[in-house]
């Protein structure tokens, strides 16, 4: 992942990572949800079959490409709220908006000095590289679409859709497959934002809906 604003005067939103609850510990995230609306980027990867060869398993990704991976989730997420602020007047979407903004700029924050504490240099993966791709061509489409009730919907149904990847990702692969504790932790406490943007997100989208 909230607090409507007053018409000409809009409050900050209390964060995601205040409001909310405790999460479960890493060890059972990878069965709470299930793949639903993924991107490109949690497409399942074989490696090539050669004759009646077995597929080649997955190469893990490292604790490097794992921080470029929120990396790349994060600015994603801040380009598309900040153009939602740029286009809406509806207060609740601008609260919502507001709320991811703040919320994935303080996960980057985080990340860069877990990084710098643990030496982790971030590096590029194919998921990555497919995310990154995914939003901005996200970012693109919202754009081309023009201010009003049709943006408002778009943008909410495609944060269902993101953020929905985006929990997919952390319980199946992101947060199973670190080894630094402290970036475990760290993506255990993303999770519970992007969980909390989530809820509000589904609410939202069916108060839109004609």
């Known amino acids: 992942m909230v607090l409507v604003a007053a018409c000409g005067h809009e409050e900050p939103p209390k964060t995601a990572y205040q409001a909310a609850p405790p999460t ?3 060890e059972a995230l990878s ?8 991107t490109s980027a949690d497409a399942p990867r074989e490696g090539p079959r050669v004759g009646n060869a077995e597929a ?4 893990p990704m490292t604790d490097g490409q794992i921080l470029e991976m929120t990396h790349v989730a994060n600015l994603g997420e801040i380009e598309k709220a900040k153009l939602a ?3 809406t007047t ?5 609260s ?3 709320m991811v903004v703040q919320d994935h700029s303080q996960a980057d924050d985080k990340a860069m000095v877990l990084g710098k504490k643990w030496n982790l240099e971030r590096g590029p993966s194919a998921a990555s590289e497919s995310l990154e791709a995914d939003e901005q061509h996200a970012a693109q489409t919202l754009r081309g679409v023009e201010a009003g009730r049709d ?5 909410i149904a495609m944060q269902v859709r993101e953020h929905q990847a985006l929990l997919d990702s952390l319980d199946q692969k992101l947060v199973v497959g670190a080894t630094n504790p402290d970036l475990k932790a760290y993506l255990v406490q993303v999770r519970a934002a992007v969980a909390s943007h989530l809820r509000l997100e589904r609410d939202l989208q069916g108060n839109l809906q004609p």
């Open 31 to 38: 069965a709470t949800t299930p793949m639903v609306g993924s």
């Open 56 to 59: 080649q398993p997955v190469t």
């Open 90 to 94: 509806n207060p609740r979407l601008r």
């Open 24 to 26: 479960p510990p890493a």
């Open 151 to 155: 943006f408002d919907a778009d943008y």
């Open 96 to 98: 919502v908006a507001q």
């Open 85 to 87: 602020l740029s286009k």
